[in-house]
């Protein structure tokens, strides 16, 4: 954490999320979703700790839903004992196939919040892949065939491309990306909301997806701090980011969008990158 700057780059995180629950606590929302890193090692002390400020550990806890990130996924023991799960049990909450946890889906007033958990604990400190896995994969499948109509929403910590449009490193990647994007285009899917990148970025289009994907970004990263606001009427939505003030100490809009999401049977052909075309 000290030699390579990351503790550094996050001296501030815990001033920085006070100041985001604030805002979060004032914005009337129906749901916040958390696409993944709480922390940076997985350890069971991290994890608690930021699912309190959270505030999944108090008598008024807010609607939300997560997956968990590579990080809190960062030890073989993290993943083994459960420790995000258990302490983000709240947010954990939805319709599934089976008893597994991942993947699950929310209703959310006309749409649907659908989690896959793209993260793996892995061998190297440098690897930092992901992977959803086949049985994972044809979990999704099922649960995208059960949900009635309304805009889907897939929530994950990978990204589908990067902020120019291309494919993450294979050493961040994630492993079976095509296999995912096939069963996401097939089921549905609308919007792909994610993290894992620390700057923020959207695409509304992109040679690998047929719908468009935002990247949160860091909530709490010196510099780049911000979330996003999503407000969904119809199929058109209202995006707007909001990113913390230092001088202020308070989160404020700095950019704002709208997008019109393409209606059932209104997808072109998807010829995805290196690969077969879906439709």
Known sequence: MRLLGRGFRFRSAEKVLNALIADLRGGGFDRLIFSGDATAMGFEQEVEHAAG????????????????????????????????ERAFAPWLVGERVGEATYPF??????????????????????????GVGADQLQRL??????LDDGPRILVTHYPVVLASGRRERKVRALRDLDDLLRVANRGG???????????????YKSKLAPFP??????????????????????????????????????????????WQLAA??????????????KT
């Open 189 to 203: 899917v609308d919007l792909w909301l994610h993290g894992h990148r620390h700057k923020s970025y959207h695409h």
């Open 105 to 130: 889906a929310q209703r959310v007033g006309p749409a649907w919040l659908i989690a896959v958990n793209s993260s793996t604990a892995n061998r190297w400190p440098w690897d930092a892949r992901g």
């Open 213 to 258: 994907v935002i990247c949160a970004g860091s909530a709490t990263q010196q510099k780049i701090w911000s979330y996003w606001i999503y407000t969904l009427q119809g199929r058109r939505l209202q995006v707007v980011r909001r990113s913390y003030d230092k001088e202020m100490e308070a989160f404020r809009d700095s950019e704002a969008f709208e």
């Open 141 to 146: 499948e099922e649960l995208l065939d059960r």
């Open 264 to 277: 059932p049977g209104e997808r072109e052909a998807w010829g995805m990158e290196r690969g077969t075309v």
């Open 53 to 84: 400020l959270l505030g999944l550990h108090g008598d008024e806890c807010p609607a939300g839903l997560a997956v968990p990130g590579n990080h809190d996924y960062c030890t073989v023991t993290s993943v083994r004992e459960g420790l995000f």
